[in-house]
C-alpha cells in the first residue's frame, strides 16, 4: 500500500514542480526520489533501476537521436530551408491550420524515436504566422501526432491491443475512426477561430531564390527540396533499417550541403557551427531523466497492488471500463505497456458476446486519452520542453479536444451496447 501512495504522490510533486517552475529535470529527479524511498532497500533499488537504463543501449540511442533532431532542426532553421518547407507547403494546402495538423499526423504514422521533436519545429514555424502562444502550440503538437494511434494500423499499441484482447485490430479501428475524426475536425475549426490567419499575411513568403513562387507545382519541388532531410533520415531509418542515429547524422550533412547550395555560400565553419549551437543538450539530459524516471515507475509494486485490487474487487464492469483504463494509463506514460496491463485484466472481466468488442475497443480509447495527457508521456514532457510550456499551458488546448474525443466515444459505445 505504501509503494501505492509513493506512487501517487511522485505523479502529484511531477505536475506541481512543472507547473510552477517549469522544471522537468526537478520534477522527475523528485518523482524518483519519492518512488525509491518506497522501496524495502532503497540503495539497492537505486543501484539496480539507475544501472538497468545506463546499460540500456535504446537510452543513449534515444537520448542521441533527440539531441541529433535539434541539431538538424537549427541547421534547417538557419538555412532557410525549414521556411522552404513551410511556404511550398502552404502553396499545396493554403490553409495553415490544415497544413499544421495534416503535418503533424504524418509524422505521427512514422515509427521514428524522439518524434515528437521532430515534429515540433514545423508546429513552431506554422504556429508562429498564427500567432499561437507556446503552450497551445504544444498541445497542437501533442494532439494532432497522436490521432493517428486511434486508427492507424501499423501503430505498436493497436497491433499489442488487437492481439491481446483478442478481438483484432480492425474493430478497435473502426470504432475510434468516428470520434477521433469528430475531435479533429472540432480542433481544426476551432484553431481557425481562435487563430484566424493574420489580415496581412499572403499565401507565402517566398524569395528569388526560393523555388517554390510559382503554383503547385513550383511548390511541391520546394518541399521536396528543402524536406530532403527529412526523407533521408526516414527513408534511412526506416526503409533500410540504418540506425536512426546514422540516418539524422547523414541528414544534418545533406541539409549543410542543401543550405549551402541555396544560399549561395560554401563556408562550411558557418555551417559547422549552426550545428554544434543547434544542439539542445539540456533537452537531451530531461529525456534520459524521464526514462530513468519511468523505470523507476514500472519497478514500483505501488502498479501490481493497483491491479491486484481491481481483479479482487466487485466494481460494475462500465465503472471499471471507464475509470481502470484511464488511471493505468495515466499512472504507466507508456502506451504499449499500459496495454499490456491492461489487457489480460480486462479480457477476464469482459463477458463473451458481441458487447466483448464494444467493451475491449472502449478500454483502448479511455487508455489512450490517459496515455496521452499523462506526466510521464514522453512526447508531451519533451514538447513542453521544446516550447518552454507547462502542463497547464499545454493542457489547455490538448486536455478538450481530448475530452470530446473520449465523450464522442463513450456516446457511442452506450448507444452500441
Given at each position: 500500500?505504501?509503494?501505492?501512495?509513493?506512487?501517487?504522490?511522485?505523479?502529484?510533486?511531477?505536475?506541481?514542480?512543472?507547473?510552477?517552475?517549469?522544471?522537468?529535470?526537478?520534477?522527475?529527479?523528485?518523482?524518483?526520489?519519492?518512488?525509491?524511498?518506497?522501496?524495502?532497500?532503497?540503495?539497492?533499488?537505486?543501484?539496480?533501476?539507475?544501472?538497468?537504463?545506463?546499460?540500456?543501449?535504446?537510452?543513449?540511442?534515444?537520448?542521441?537521436?533527440?539531441?541529433?533532431?535539434?541539431?538538424?532542426?537549427?541547421?534547417?532553421?538557419?538555412?532557410?530551408?525549414?521556411?522552404?518547407?513551410?511556404?511550398?507547403?502552404?502553396?499545396?494546402?493554403?490553409?495553415?491550420?490544415?497544413?499544421?495538423?495534416?503535418?503533424?499526423?504524418?509524422?505521427?504514422?512514422?515509427?521514428?524515436?524522439?518524434?515528437?521533436?521532430?515534429?515540433?519545429?514545423?508546429?513552431?514555424?506554422?504556429?508562429?504566422?498564427?500567432?499561437?502562444?507556446p503552450?497551445?502550440?504544444?498541445?497542437a503538437?501533442?494532439?494532432?501526432?497522436?490521432?493517428?494511434?486511434?486508427?492507424?494500423?501499423l501503430?505498436?499499441?493497436?497491433?499489442?491491443?488487437?492481439e491481446?484482447?483478442?478481438?483484432?485490430?480492425?474493430?478497435?479501428?473502426?470504432?475510434?475512426?468516428?470520434?477521433?475524426?469528430?475531435?479533429?475536425?472540432?480542433?481544426?475549426?476551432?484553431?481557425?477561430?481562435?487563430?484566424?490567419?493574420?489580415?496581412?499575411?499572403?499565401?507565402?513568403?517566398?524569395?528569388?531564390?526560393?523555388?517554390?513562387?510559382?503554383?503547385?507545382?513550383?511548390?511541391?519541388?520546394?518541399?521536396?527540396?528543402?524536406?530532403?532531410?527529412?526523407?533521408?533520415?526516414?527513408?534511412?531509418?526506416?526503409?533500410?533499417?540504418?540506425?536512426?542515429?546514422?540516418?539524422?547524422?547523414?541528414?544534418?550533412?545533406?541539409?549543410?550541403?542543401?543550405?549551402?547550395y541555396?544560399?549561395?555560400?560554401f563556408?562550411?565553419?558557418?555551417?559547422?557551427?549552426?550545428?554544434?549551437?543547434?544542439?539542445?543538450?539540456?533537452?537531451?539530459?530531461?529525456?534520459?531523466?524521464?526514462?530513468?524516471?519511468?523505470?523507476?515507475?514500472?519497478?514500483?509494486?505501488?502498479?501490481?497492488?493497483?491491479?491486484?485490487?481491481?481483479?479482487?474487487?466487485?466494481?460494475?464492469?462500465?465503472?471499471?471500463?471507464?475509470?481502470?483504463?484511464?488511471?493505468?494509463?495515466?499512472?504507466?506514460?507508456?502506451?504499449?505497456?499500459?496495454?499490456?496491463?491492461?489487457?489480460?485484466?480486462?479480457?477476464?472481466?469482459v463477458?463473451?458476446?458481441?458487447?466483448?468488442?464494444?467493451?475491449?475497443?472502449?478500454?483502448?480509447?479511455?487508455?489512450?486519452?490517459?496515455?496521452?495527457?499523462?506526466?510521464l508521456?514522453?512526447?508531451?514532457?519533451?514538447s513542453?520542453?521544446?516550447?518552454?510550456?507547462?502542463?497547464?499551458?499545454?493542457?489547455?488546448?490538448?486536455?478538450?479536444?481530448?475530452?470530446?474525443?473520449?465523450?464522442?466515444?463513450?456516446?457511442?459505445?452506450?448507444?452500441?451496447?
Open positions: 500500500m505504501f509503494d501505492l501512495v509513493a506512487l501517487g504522490l511522485a505523479l502529484v510533486a511531477v505536475f506541481i514542480v512543472v507547473s510552477r517552475w517549469h522544471n522537468i529535470l526537478l520534477a522527475m529527479i523528485a518523482g524518483i526520489v519519492i518512488i525509491n524511498l518506497a522501496a524495502p532497500s532503497p540503495l539497492s533499488n537505486f543501484i539496480a533501476v539507475s544501472g538497468t537504463v545506463l546499460r540500456s543501449f535504446a537510452t543513449w540511442e534515444l537520448v542521441a537521436i533527440v539531441i541529433l533532431i535539434t541539431i538538424l532542426s537549427a541547421v534547417l532553421e538557419k538555412t532557410g530551408l525549414m521556411a522552404m518547407i513551410v511556404d511550398s507547403l502552404q502553396l499545396l494546402f493554403r490553409s495553415t491550420h490544415i497544413l499544421l495538423a495534416v503535418l503533424s499526423c504524418f509524422l505521427g504514422t512514422l515509427a521514428f524515436p524522439g518524434g515528437a521533436v521532430m515534429s515540433a519545429p514545423l508546429v513552431k514555424q506554422l504556429g508562429s504566422r498564427l500567432n499561437m502562444d503552450g497551445s502550440m504544444a498541445g503538437n501533442i494532439y494532432f501526432r497522436h490521432t493517428v494511434y486511434f486508427f492507424y494500423p501503430s505498436t499499441v493497436v497491433i499489442v491491443a488487437g491481446l484482447s483478442g478481438i483484432g485490430i480492425l474493430p478497435i479501428i473502426k470504432f475510434n475512426i468516428i470520434p477521433i475524426a469528430f475531435s479533429t475536425v472540432i480542433a481544426v475549426l476551432f484553431m481557425c477561430k481562435r487563430w484566424p490567419h493574420p489580415a496581412a499575411a499572403t499565401a507565402t513568403a517566398v524569395t528569388a531564390e526560393n523555388p517554390c513562387q510559382n503554383g503547385l507545382l513550383q511548390g511541391l519541388k520546394g518541399f521536396l527540396y528543402g524536406g530532403s532531410p527529412f526523407f533521408v533520415a526516414l527513408t534511412l531509418g526506416i526503409v533500410f533499417k540504418i540506425s536512426f542515429v546514422l540516418a539524422l547524422v547523414l541528414a544534418v550533412l545533406e541539409a549543410i550541403a542543401a543550405g549551402a541555396l544560399q549561395k555560400n563556408d562550411l565553419p558557418r555551417y559547422l557551427s549552426y550545428a554544434f549551437k543547434g544542439a539542445n543538450w539540456r533537452l537531451g539530459l530531461t529525456v534520459f531523466i524521464i526514462l530513468l524516471f519511468g523505470a523507476f515507475v514500472r519497478k514500483s509494486e505501488g502498479l501490481v497492488y493497483l491491479t491486484d485490487y481491481i481483479s479482487a474487487s466487485n466494481i460494475p464492469l462500465i465503472v471499471l471500463t471507464l475509470v481502470v483504463p484511464v488511471l493505468i494509463g495515466f499512472t504507466v506514460g507508456h502506451a504499449t505497456a499500459a496495454a499490456t496491463i491492461i489487457y489480460p485484466l480486462f479480457v477476464t472481466l463477458p463473451p458476446g458481441a458487447e466483448s468488442v464494444i467493451y475491449l475497443s472502449l478500454v483502448y480509447s479511455i487508455m489512450l486519452y490517459g496515455y496521452i495527457l499523462s506526466p508521456h514522453l512526447c508531451l514532457l519533451v513542453n520542453e521544446y516550447f518552454g510550456a507547462s502542463f497547464w499551458e499545454s493542457y489547455r488546448l490538448l486536455a478538450p479536444l481530448l475530452t470530446i474525443f473520449l465523450v464522442a466515444a463513450i456516446v457511442q459505445a452506450l448507444l452500441l451496447l
